[in-house]
């Protein structure tokens, strides 16, 4: 069976393109693709061509961007992070896999891929395959959930409403945290309503620091947690934050921040700025040790398999995987109906 994988040529030239299959090896397993989520943060900055990793080069070593001396960045070949599919292969030596088990991990978008037995895991029995496509953005919004050490009482203000937005504000109701929901978009609004907002505001009309100021009697909240990647909307967030509290950047912003103002209440607040990043080291402080990216993402996906998180609403479009250009041309569009798209693969 021929493979096939998403290769994207430069900006906004993405195509779906055949490419031999790759042989099984010692410890490892064969997974052909069932649904490849389409993530509307880092995916699209590779498509449209601002991520600077497409530019610039990461050194591991000093963790510093640097400029870049390699080959040039395109194409960039099976992108991706959010794949459930079936093992249909095993080596010999694995004992933990059968085929047949539908399993869950990252191995971009393609029509099957051979993985590390260890990569994978099993999806909880009787749910829905398309569940698992959001086990990478539920790690994204619980990673900037853990990273506000948020306590139960605490008014928390959720900025951006998509996918990552509406997971957070469920996560931080969880938690114990009075929300308030930001997005432009009321659709979203009454999404975040439905996982258990207290107050929702319209950032298109109404301003999200005074609702959360007149909600908590002029103190403002304890935590804000920026998800949309808006410069705008961290400054919101940064206004809308009691004095000497936190608010968490888990955003993929772009470009120069236009819209950031840090001589204003960051500055005379004391705004504990926090950056939240799913790859990157435990989340916040004294969590070092115990709360691994691999415990994060299982975490979410044993909070959907209990019924504290269904994720299924929020899935928007289902496109086969040949119209993926279509598929990443729609969130490049930001039609506010649009909130996760899903690549089918038959």
Not at 37 to 65: C, H, Q
Not at 136 to 155: E, F, N, Q, Y
Not at 156 to 171: A, D, P, S, Y
Request: aromatic letters at 6%.
């Amino acid at each position: 069976m021929a493979n096939w994988v998403v290769s994207l040529a430069g900006p906004r030239r993405v195509t779906l393109e055949p490419c031999p299959p790759d042989p099984l090896g010692p410890g490892q397993v064969r997974v052909r693709t069932c649904y490849s989520g389409i993530s509307a943060g880092t995916e699209l900055t590779l498509y449209r061509g601002s991520n600077p990793r497409l530019s610039k080069d990461w050194d591991d070593a000093t963790r510093m961007f640097v400029p870049r001396q390699a080959a040039p960045a395109y194409p960039v070949v099976g992108f991706g992070y959010e794949e459930v599919g079936e093992i249909v292969e095993v080596a010999a030596d694995v004992a933990d896999r059968r085929p047949g088990q539908v399993v869950w991990g990252i191995w971009g978008h393609r029509a099957e891929a051979v993985l590390a037995a260890g990569a994978v895991t099993p999806l909880a029995p009787g749910l829905d395959p398309l569940v698992a496509v959001f086990a990478r953005p539920g790690a994204i919004a619980l990673t900037a959930v853990l990273a506000g050490d948020l306590h139960l009482g605490d008014w928390v203000g959720v900025f951006g409403q998509g996918v990552i937005g509406l997971l957070g504000t469920r996560l931080a109701v969880l938690s114990g945290a009075r929300v308030v929901a930001v997005d432009r978009v009321p659709d979203r609004l009454a999404h975040a309503t439905r996982l258990g907002a207290r107050r929702v505001v319209d950032a298109a009309v109404d301003s999200a620091a005074a609702a959360l100021h007149a909600a908590t009697g002029g103190r403002g909240a304890d935590v804000c947690l920026e998800l949309s990647g808006s410069y705008p909307a961290l400054h919101e967030a940064i206004r809308a934050t009691a004095h000497a509290g936190r608010v968490v950047a888990a955003g993929f912003y772009q470009g120069y921040a236009h819209g950031l103002g840090l001589g204003e209440e960051f500055h005379h607040n004391r705004i504990q700025l926090v950056a939240a990043q799913v790859s990157g080291p435990a989340p916040a402080p004294g969590t070092a040790g115990r709360w691994t990216a691999a415990r994060i993402a299982h975490t979410f996906m044993d909070l959907v398999a209990e019924g504290s998180v269904d994720p299924l609403p929020l899935v928007s479009h289902v496109v086969d995987a040949g119209a993926v250009a279509d598929a990443l041309a729609l969130l490049d569009r930001g039609d506010g109906d649009v909130l996760q798209v899903v690549l089918r693969f038959s």
